[in-house]
């Protein structure tokens, strides 16, 4: 995972209502519906009160990120499911959290931010639920994929999940990568993708864009009216680019939610699962 720093998290928590009704407006879910939806789950009938989570601060690497997991806890709080901080760290937090009765763990370290179903023994991870949750925000903006062109910047593990969903959707994907033998070696796993020869030209001719790679977009190559999904790294764009186009963007939230949501859908049977035509 990107490693986040102190500033990139500090407010997120006071911001949570705000992007739950920039949500609301420009997907037309909400963070909880947004992840459960993300991960082909439907949110109706699940009640997250009957779970439990904790989340525990990590020190191996790099060493603990200030005030992430209280941030992972108040936002999986919002989303209604009930969540603690651990007051010990690492194995001994994770102890804490089972005498504490969480069903769900939140961790992460400097590889690998994850969210375990105790009872289940399984665990979400961040790379393929931040592509699955940006990828439904986009699908809401648009009001679908299938079909519909779309730009996916940044071939890592973030991206490559993107462009999987994307197929799975039907939606006709581009995939462009400053090095490019990435981006190729992508198509090669999905037929049907291209793989773009020019990222800027591509940039400046695309409707709607994934951008999973760390470099920002050019402001005077987004066309106005674009809907541009985009997580984790801050994005850097100023205010007249942001009034261009549609920008979907949160450090952690989305992320986090859709997590959630796969994890306990680790025990939940198929009758919540999605139709499929909802995700057309």
């Known amino acids: ?54 989340a525990v601060p990590i020190t191996s690497g790099l060493g603990i990120i200030g005030g992430f997991s209280r941030t992972i806890a108040d936002t999986v709080n919002d989303m209604g499911l009930p969540c603690f ?51 439904e925000a986009l699908r809401g903006a648009a009001h679908g994929l299938r079909g519909k062109p779309v730009l996916v910047l940044g071939a890592g593990r973030v991206g490559t999940n993107m462009v999987a969903l994307l197929a799975a959707q039907g939606a006709e994907t581009t995939v462009a990568d400053v090095e490019r033998a990435k981006a190729a070696e992508v198509v090669a796993r999905f037929p049907g993708t291209v793989c773009a ?31 541009i999904s985009t997580p984790g790294i801050p994005h850097v764009y100023d205010e007249a680019t942001l009034r261009k186009a549609t920008f979907i963007h949160d450090p952690l939230a989305i992320g986090t939610a859709a997590m959630v949501a796969q994890a306990i859908g680790f025990s939940l049977g198929k009758e919540h699962l999605l139709q499929k035509e909802a995700k057309k």
């Open 1 to 54: 995972m990107t490693r986040l720093t102190p500033s990139m998290i500090h407010g997120l928590s006071d911001e949570l209502t705000a992007l739950d009704r920039s949500l609301l407006k420009t997907v037309g879910m909400d963070l909880m519906s947004l992840g459960f939806r993300a991960v082909g789950l439907d949110p109706a009938g699940i009640n997250l009160r009957d779970y439990r989570a904790a």
């Open 85 to 135: 901080v651990t007051a010990a760290t690492d194995v001994n937090g994770f102890g804490e959290a089972v005498d504490r009765g969480a069903d769900l763990v939140l961790m992460a370290d400097d590889v690998q931010y994850m969210a375990y179903n105790i009872k289940a023994g399984k665990y979400s991870n961040n790379s393929y639920c931040t592509a699955a949750g940006y990828v």
């Open 197 to 227: 020869e020019d990222i800027e030209k591509a940039t400046a001719a695309a409707d709607l864009i994934l951008n999973a790679s760390p470099t920002p977009i050019k402001g005077e190559l987004i066309r106005p009216g674009a809907i």
